[in-house]
């Protein structure tokens, strides 16, 4: 074969491998270049598999020929090996979305053109060779920013068509999901209720889910914000405008982003911007913004306002709430104390929404646990806790606390708490010491941290997840208890 032909195959070879480690770390963080150079959980690897190859390329256009384009070849061909080691590794891999799909056709036609360019006019550069993905990542948000006005325009007129449609909108650091889902199972003993699916709780998100999943016949549509910069919730509510907010509990959650709980606690209370809010429900322990303008604090309720005799073990959950001058007993199979909290707001909004009591009773027996947010699977002879999705250090506490009430070996597999402070960290391997005979710490992220402070149970350190399978099999057995408490992706 020709060397320019071999040439010429190197050179897609590099850019495209590069395109999809970029478009890997681009969807990880939300398609934010701000968020995926510098706020990388991983920078290294940036230097590992960007920086050194991209330097390396380039300076294979300054040695002689027919040398540099051998090393143009070799370089090439081990990157691309690297890559495709390094992308089978990861247990969270591209998504090839119809976003993702555009920006690699893009890639190719620029490829294509500034190629036969460069033949005809007989130019060579290395960074002629890199601009097709420059200009591919450009175009490609140029693109994506017209689709979303147009999505966003659609969602409007739905929503206007929609006049009767109430929308209540949930935020806070912890438990907003498990909130919006406990509203929907409730309010939809009186309504045709529907929120919006798993986790989705950001702007295109909920743009998304207005357009495709809300059918015309919705009465209450039940919306989860979240947030990793000022301005993401007041963005969401002034496209919504709720009719009700929900604040849960404000931590530092996110802290890394926010700076300081300031910032945090304005952000949340963005949601109170909505133009035709009738009543805001605030966690009573929140921290309070500096200002909360007059005709607001009017609207607002904090909850939960009396609770007595709460009993949370590993078969349920059961308390007493005070609604509307009466004292009522509410029974679940939801677990964790933090529940009572989330569940109380649920049960006011009913209330609010003209639900009988005995209706929200029945409603709240019925809920089934949120996936993945303390549920309780027993199989194999094992009891397994699963609360991979849970990342905050009061749930993750009230876990191990209910594993403590199980009489038996208790084994906690757990990165410990991703995008919080090394405080919180400790205090987390300190109650996990008191409690748990072995430790499996998976991901390097907090492994020092838990490593050093945990000193009675067995510690077991796992660089990746994909070895965890065998470590359970070979270091349980019947009758144990595993808690699989919060998750982390391998790029964190």
Known sequence: MDMLVIDMIAQWVFVVTLALYLATNLQWYNYSF????????????????????????????????????????????????????????????????????????????????????????????????????????????????????????LANSKLKLMSNLKIICVTGSYGKTSIKNFIEQILKEKYRAYATPRSVNTYTGIVADINHNIDYTTEIYIAEAGAREKGDISQIAHFLNPHYAVIGEIGEQHIEYFKHIDNIVATKFELLESERLKKAFVFKDNPKPKEIAPGVAKKIQYFPEEVRNIQATLEGTSFELFIKGEWYKFETMVLGYFNVTNLSVAIYMGAEFG???????????????????????????????????????????????????????????????????????????????????????????????????????????????????????????PGDLVLFSNDAPNYI
């Open 355 to 477: 639900v009988r009591i005995e209706d929200i009773q029945r409603a709240v027996r019925r809920i089934e646990p949120v996936p993945h947010r303390l549920n309780k699977i027993e199989t194999n002879q094992k009891m397994i806790l699963d609360d991979s999705f849970n990342g905050n250090l009061k749930g993750m506490k009230e876990a191990i606390r209910l594993s403590s009430l199980y009489n038996g070996r208790k084994i906690i597999v757990t990165p410990g708490i991703v995008e919080s402070t090394e405080e919180a960290n400790i205090e987390l391997a300190k109650a996990i010491d008191e409690v748990f005979d072995i430790a499996i710490i998976t991901g390097e992220l907090n492994a020092k941290i838990l490593q050093t402070h945990i000193h009675k149970a067995q510690r077991i350190i796992l660089k990746s997840k994909t070895q965890l399978e065998d470590m359970l099999k070979s270091c349980s057995k």
């Open 34 to 153: 701000k968020r995926a150079i510098f706020r990388h959980h991983k920078f290294m690897w940036h230097i590992y598999y960007c920086l050194v190859p991209f330097t390396l390329y380039f300076g294979t256009f300054f040695l002689t020929r027919p040398l540099g384009d051998y090393l143009l070849v070799a370089l090439s061909m081990v990157y691309a090996i690297a890559i495709i080691v390094w992308y089978l590794r990861l247990d969270k891999k591209l998504n090839f979305t119809k976003r993702i799909v555009r920006y690699f056709v893009i890639l190719f036609i620029f490829m294509t053109f500034n190629k036969s360019l460069c033949y005809f006019l007989g130019i060579e550069s290395r960074l002629l060779d890199l601009m097709p993905l420059g200009f591919a990542v450009i175009i490609s948000r140029m693109y994506e920013k017209v689709l979303l006005d147009r999505f966003v325009t």
